[in-house]
């Protein structure tokens, strides 16, 4: 299948992307990673007359360390996943290391996927849990967005014509913290039927002094759970609040029926993901080693 | 239209041996490998970034090669399925292939080996989960897998993931 022609612009600098797009118009597009824009143009879903190409500018994909962790936005999935900011911040590997297949991983980048903001996407629950703040530049200048501002809708995002992602930072969580991010999946390749991301701050080994959860894939956008969040602050972690927690999620959730599965379906696994992912957060934030992957059923 | 958009020109390491093209910019890596160079063992199977057939090494890691222009591997160096048999020996992940019937039609083999090639390289001792991992994203319609994996299995024994052939 090809797609409909289009023009190539290679970009070589940010600032020279914008421009180049902003003189094309609303008929532009940026190319990052590709993994979503090249399927989309190939069924001709998209079908823009020019491609202004991210993929040769230096100095765009990298990890670093300094007061946050800190993504370049054309940094491929496979590299998050393995960095040591990922292995510090366990939810990020989960996350990274989970996404689509090695093929998709390799190509396909951060800023990409938070750009496209496709509902089913991966990373908006796990940096809406971490609380990640957006870098961005364009006609107007560099902008700083708390994730949370950034995605407005599905497919929809702040950006303004002719702006880019240029980073995402992550605070560096407080000592005793620990998170999770759990998918289900029919499949590698396909888009999840659920997905649960959990980052939460332990004030003793049985209590929590701060918990975010976020459900992925549900709804148009990723949906915070604060009633069990507000579960995790107030009440010691037992078996019976991971109960509590399991139906507030459940309650929250509001899937809709599709060939992935019924809405019934969707909600069970919901809260099934969601305290699988609070108790190997806990795990994680009391210094154990925990080793846990999408669910693929 | 197409006569006024101007090609890109692509120029690319494949198998060791370099080529320069000028190719529409809509082509995909995977029509540049098969039309444009001739090398058909890569093959196109869904179309849509799922099933892996089309896999390929892109400067040293896997990639759906249905799913990346042509022009992003400008400057870059390709592995295809032609550029694993060495001086008329097959790769030690085509002989395990080969020895443990790890296919049945063929259709989805190529893949299969760049896969296996890619995540010996990384885990040259892989447990059954890291093979899963390893080929999440190929599939195969006929084997049932079973002997995909004693074929990795048998490769990882003899050494495939030691020699990637460059």
């Known amino acids: 299948m090809y797609p409909r022609a289009f023009a190539y612009h290679r970009a070589k600098s940010y600032p020279e992307a914008i421009s180049l797009l902003s003189e094309l118009g609303e008929d532009a597009k940026f190319l990052a990673g590709g993994q979503s824009l090249i399927p989309l143009m190939k069924l001709r879903l998209s079908a823009p007359r020019h491609l202004v190409d991210l993929n040769f500018i230096p100095e765009t994909s990298y990890v670093r360390s300094n007061g946050a962790a800190r993504f370049g936005a054309m940094t491929r999935h496979a590299d998050i996943a393995a960095s040591a900011e990922a292995a510090r911040i366990p939810i990020l590997r989960d996350c990274a290391a989970g996404i689509a297949d090695p093929q998709v991983r390799h190509m396909g980048t951060i800023g990409g996927s938070i750009a496209e903001a496709d509902p089913t996407g991966d990373w908006a629950p796990v940096l809406l849990a971490l609380s990640a703040t957006v870098k961005t530049l364009g006609l107007a200048g560099e902008r700083s967005l708390d994730i949370a501002e950034f995605i407005l809708d599905a497919y929809t995002t702040a950006l303004q014509p002719a702006e880019l992602v240029t980073e ?8 005793r913290s620990g998170g999770a991010y759990i998918a289900l999946k029919r499949c590698a390749p396909v888009y999840a039927s659920a997905s649960v991301a959990v980052q939460l701050t332990l004030h003793d080994n049985h209590t929590c002094q701060d918990a975010r959860v976020y459900l992925g894939v549900l709804g148009l956008t990723a949906t915070r759970v604060t009633a069990a969040e507000e579960l995790l602050r107030v009440t010691p972690i037992t078996a019976d609040s991971m109960e509590k927690v399991r139906e507030a999620v459940m309650d929250m959730a509001e899937p809709t029926s599709d060939m ?19 108790e190997t957060a806990v795990k994680r934030a009391r210094g154990e080693h925990v080793e846990v992957t999408h669910l693929y059923a | 239209m197409l006569d006024d958009i101007p090609r890109v020109r692509v120029s690319v390491r494949v198998n060791g041996k370099q080529y320069t093209r000028d190719v529409e910019p809509r082509m995909l890596l995977v029509q540049f490998l098969r039309e444009e160079l001739s090398l058909t063992g890569t093959h196109i199977g869904c179309d849509t970034s799922y099933c892996g057939a089309c896999t390929v090494l892109l400067n040293g890691r896997s990639v759906k090669s249905c799913t990346v222009f042509a022009f992003q591997a400008d400057g870059g160096e390709v592995l295809t399925v032609e550029g694993l048999a060495k001086d008329g020996q097959l790769h030690p992940v085509q002989q395990a292939f080969s020895d443990c019937h790890g296919f049945q039609c063929g259709y989805c083999t190529p893949g299969f080996l760049m896969s296996t090639v890619q995540l010996l390289e ?30 990795i299995h048998a490769a990882a024994a003899a050494g495939g993931g030691a020699d990637r052939g460059h």
Request: proline share 7%.
């Open chain 1, 168 to 175: 995402i930072a992550i605070p560096l969580p407080a000592e």
């Open chain 1, 260 to 278: 992935r599965g019924s809405a019934e379906y969707k909600r069970h696994a919901a809260g099934a993901l969601a305290k699988l992912a609070v």
């Open chain 2, 122 to 151: 990384e885990c040259p001792h892989p447990t059954e989960w890291d093979i899963r991992k390893g080929i999440a994203g190929n599939t195969c319609r006929c084997t049932g897998y079973q002997n995909i994996f004693k074929a």
